[in-house]
Antibody
């Protein structure tokens, strides 16, 4: 049974870095593409980017200057770092493959 | 970016109804179009991939069609568990993009 689970702080201060980890079980992270999607009332579903062990990493140009995705094959995890956050980055963040398997989502609020 | 426009934004329907949702792409995306269902507090769930292929485990009352720029999701015989929001999503170009959603509500 494939499971994805997001973890990380639920509250981040403005201008700081949002860091989330997705722990994958039931499937090797060495296969598939691994990505992040966020959802807010104002922006709907927004694709953040994807990565894979092949080295092909793509970011949404709207976030490219602030986002980094990485993989840890030894832990079967992948991570999202989004720096210089503002209130506009408040959203539910999902990790997912393309597109069968998703995590349950984690709410991140940007506030002082 | 490829823009996806869904219509209608919402609709009211009854159990047993046939429901059709459309998604129009701002440029041709061949058949690289997926459909998701999302219920409150849950992650999106893949229903249809490659425009018309039914994801494993999804009831056959769901079907998809289209190619190029115009796509349709049809629910033949709406069930109580189908009241939800539906999204189209394109996997043709980068960045991946989603439609704004269609909320299917109880009439």
């Amino acid at each position: 049974q494939v499971q994805l689970q997001e973890s990380g702080p639920g509250l981040v201060k403005p201008s700081e870095t949002l860091s989330l980890t997705c722990t994958v079980s039931g499937i090797s992270i060495s296969s598939h593409y691994w990505g992040w999607i966020r959802q807010s009332a104002g922006r709907g579903l927004e694709w953040i980017g994807r990565t894979s062990t092949s080295g092909n990493t793509y970011y949404n140009p709207s976030l490219k200057s602030r986002v980094t995705l990485s993989l840890d094959t030894s832990r079967n995890q992948f991570s999202l770092n989004l720096n210089s956050v503002t209130a506009a980055d408040t959203a539910v963040y999902y990790c997912a493959t393309e597109w069968q398997f998703w995590g349950q989502g984690t709410l991140v609020t940007v506030s002082s | 970016d490829i823009q996806l426009t869904q219509s209608p934004p919402s609709l009211s329907a009854s159990v047993g109804d046939r429901v059709t949702i459309t998604c129009r792409a701002s440029q041709s995306i061949n058949k690289y179009l997926n459909w998701f269902q999302q219920k409150p507090g849950r992650a999106p769930n893949l229903l249809i991939y490659a425009a018309s292929s039914l994801q494993t485990g999804v009831p056959s009352r769901f079907s998809g069609s289209g190619t190029g720029t115009d796509f349709t999701l049809t629910i033949s015989g709406l069930q109580p568990e189908d009241f939800a929001t539906y999204y189209c999503q394109q996997s043709y170009g980068m960045p991946r993009t989603f439609g704004q959603g269609t909320k299917v509500e109880v009439k």
